[in-house]
């Protein structure tokens, strides 16, 4: 099944401890962009990339790193997280110039 | 980037219709897209229109586009409780200058309720 898997779906974290939510995709999509959603705010994006070893900054990348080693995999690290990097994150991927395909999001909780 | 405005909530009867609204920012997107976002979820894709169509048809769902206006509208036709969920409204944007619309303008979402 063609799909967009995220891990873990929920983390519970206290601040400053490193970690890293993992996205693969089955589909052999160029591209793969990480969002945050947050009440009142929408998704935002924070980081993409159109293919191996090609990332950029979306609008809220700060406090986050992304690497791109594989086709399939783009994890989000956050190398010290803190309580405002609480929220839901989504990975998306898709060909490029076609309609993204979401996973089910990570819910990230960091007291 | 600038906002793509949708509001925030909306409730209908069920069997009735549901328009929802959408202005957006950026008069050369490409594609205008409706997700759907049911709780727990992430998002799916509904439906999207290409920016040289004024109107596209799936089914209970009528998509409307206004280019002049910026104005997008998502009707869906004979509501049903499993309609309940939350869709946003989104505008492919130019990223690194490459005009292929990859990465997304999203809205906050129009939250909808269906009442039996």
């Known amino acids: 099944e063609a799909q967009v898997t995220q891990n873990p779906r929920y983390l519970i974290t206290v601040t400053g401890k490193k970690l890293t939510v993992t996205c693969s995709q089955n589909?052999?999509?160029?591209?793969m962009s990480w969002y945050r959603q947050d009440p009142g705010l929408g998704l935002r994006q924070i980081y993409y990339?159109?293919?191996?070893?090609?990332?950029d900054k979306g609008d809220v990348p700060e406090g986050y790193k992304v690497s791109r080693k594989e086709k399939r995999n783009f994890p989000l690290i956050l190398e010290s997280p803190s309580p405002n990097q609480t929220s839901l994150y989504f990975c998306?991927?898709?060909?490029?110039?076609?309609?993204?395909?979401f996973g089910n999001g990570t819910r990230l909780t960091v007291t | 980037g600038e906002d793509v405005e949708q509001s925030l909530f909306l409730s209908v009867r069920e069997g009735d219709s549901s328009v929802i609204n959408c202005t957006y920012t950026?008069?050369?997107?490409?594609?205008l897209y409706w997700y759907k976002q049911e709780p727990g979820a992430g998002l799916q894709l509904l439906t999207y229109?290409?920016?040289?169509?004024d109107m596209k048809q799936d089914q209970r769902l009528t998509v409307l586009l206004n280019k002049k206006d910026k104005h997008l509208s998502l009707r869906i036709a004979d509501t049903q409780t499993g309609d309940s969920a939350i869709y946003f409204c989104?505008?492919?944007?130019?990223?690194?200058?490459?005009?292929?619309?990859?990465?997304?303008?999203f809205g906050k979402g129009t939250s909808l309720l269906v009442t039996p």
């Open positions: 998306a991927s898709s060909f490029l110039g076609s309609p993204l395909h």
């Open positions: 589909m052999n999509h160029e591209y």
């Open positions: 990339s159109m293919n191996v070893e090609v990332t």
């Open positions: 950026d008069s050369s997107s490409t594609y």
């Open positions: 229109i290409f920016s040289n169509m």
């Open positions: 989104a505008e492919s944007i130019d990223e690194m200058g490459s005009n292929s619309g990859y990465a997304l303008n």
